[in-house]
């Protein structure tokens, strides 16, 4: 009967969900007192002030307002731009894709490589824990993960079905297996910023010169130092781990996940080997962005530029914000070329890059969904997940 009535009874409302409503006047004073009040800022704050409403009525009502709050940030960030002549693409961009296509090809190519790097990073790491899986049957967990991740909602979709699918196909313990999968996900954090790193060292100059992306030098500096720890940790777990022969003491939480964490890198090159295909992975998506870059025509910017550019446009479309980062990508991305060489349209190149680039990454969803269906209609059983 409790049981009952609790399925019954609507899902308790955050409290933070009351921002968004908060938010709204203070955009409204915002467009007010800016000096130019039909200037792209300007604009862009009206897109998302009526983008916010929807929420903002269905939170009033008593009603949870995330969701809605997200969908409609992503379509008044679409209308933004669809709304600026300097952002939305048009004929010029799809001819210049045509005459292109050999780059657009290879940019695409470059995509699909990142599922296939971190399959090997995924399985390198499974293997030291124990779980028999084939680096074959790596990839499509990866591919299917990648599936979840874009056509569900939410951005960890993906993480789940893949702790899932190792407690339903390799008789992995749940524990070990969120433990694997969480490191997996963690050990791109590094990798990510080296790239960064390695786009700040190269092209300096232009950093110390953009008073705003300067400005992320001490955060970059920061988010350096937690990597330095996180892998020297992880380097000393896995060494006590090897030398006490796979036995480790479990008292208390933090025994019992010290132990799971250093199960994944007992084996010497483990780590460095994680780290160098998490580096090749965040490469191809750069490499993959400076050929759609390089076919629509964008002037102005460097090579090496786009190992600082590509990685902070993909970190905005990670965050929080739009499902799946739409609209918010695109603008991070026509924003950061535009400032790389302002005034040669390459704002309006950076939202084609984004497009396809976003293109490429569904067109991998859709190969792992293939994947997952085809599994599961194989027979009972550990092989339909082999």
């Not at 979709?157 to 297996?177: C, E, K, N, Q, S």
């Not at 790193?197 to 920061?222: K, T």
């Not at 550019?309 to 970190?315: I, Q, Y």
């Amino acid at each position: 009967m409790n049981a009952a009535r609790r399925k019954s009874e609507p899902p308790d409302i955050s409290p933070w969900e009351w921002l968004p409503v908060l938010l709204l006047p203070a955009l409204a004073v915002f467009r007010i007192v800016l000096d130019d009040p039909e200037g792209a800022l300007s604009r862009l704050t009206l897109f998302v002030s009526v983008g916010l409403a929807p929420g903002v009525i269905w939170r009033v009502l008593g009603r949870s307002s995330w969701g809605v709050h997200r969908v409609f940030f992503a379509l008044s960030l679409v209308a933004f731009v669809v709304d600026n002549p300097a952002l939305r693409p048009d004929s010029r961009s799809w001819r210049r894709i045509q005459e292109n296509w050999p780059l657009v090809s290879l940019g695409f190519l470059s995509s699909f490589a990142q599922p296939f790097l971190g399959s090997l990073r995924t399985h390198r790491l499974l293997r030291d824990s124990g779980v028999g899986i084939s680096q074959y049957a790596s990839l499509r967990l990866c591919l299917s993960g990648t599936f979840f991740n874009i056509f569900l909602p939410g951005a960890n979709g993906g993480d789940a079905y893949r702790v899932y699918a190792l407690t339903r196909g390799y008789g992995t313990g749940f524990a070990p297996a969120i433990a694997s999968i969480t490191l997996d996900r963690l050990l791109g954090l590094p990798s990510l910023i080296l790239v960064v790193a390695l786009g700040m060292a190269l092209d300096y100059g232009f950093l110390r010169a953009n008073r705003l992306l300067g400005n992320l030098i001490p955060f970059i500096a920061v988010a350096a130092a937690v990597c330095v720890v996180l892998v020297g940790y992880l380097a000393v777990a896995g060494k006590s781990r090897r030398r006490a022969d796979g036995s480790a003491a479990k008292s208390g939480w933090t025994g019992r996940a010290h132990a799971l964490i250093a199960t994944n890198v007992t084996r010497r090159w483990t780590l460095p080997l994680a780290l160098f295909y998490g580096f090749l992975s965040h490469a191809a998506c750069i490499v993959s962005c400076l050929c759609f870059g390089e076919a629509l025509g964008v002037r102005g910017v460097p090579a090496l530029r786009y190992f600082l550019l590509v990685p902070l446009a993909m970190t905005i479309n990670s965050l929080p914000g739009a499902p799946g980062g739409v609209g918010q990508g695109e603008l991070a991305m026509a924003t950061l070329l535009d400032m790389a060489a302002p005034g040669l349209e390459n704002a309006q190149a950076g939202v084609v890059v984004m497009l396809l680039f976003r293109l490429s990454t569904m067109a991998t969803g859709l190969w792992g969904g293939a994947y997952y269906a085809l599994g599961k209609r194989s027979a009972d059983g550990a092989e339909a997940w082999r």
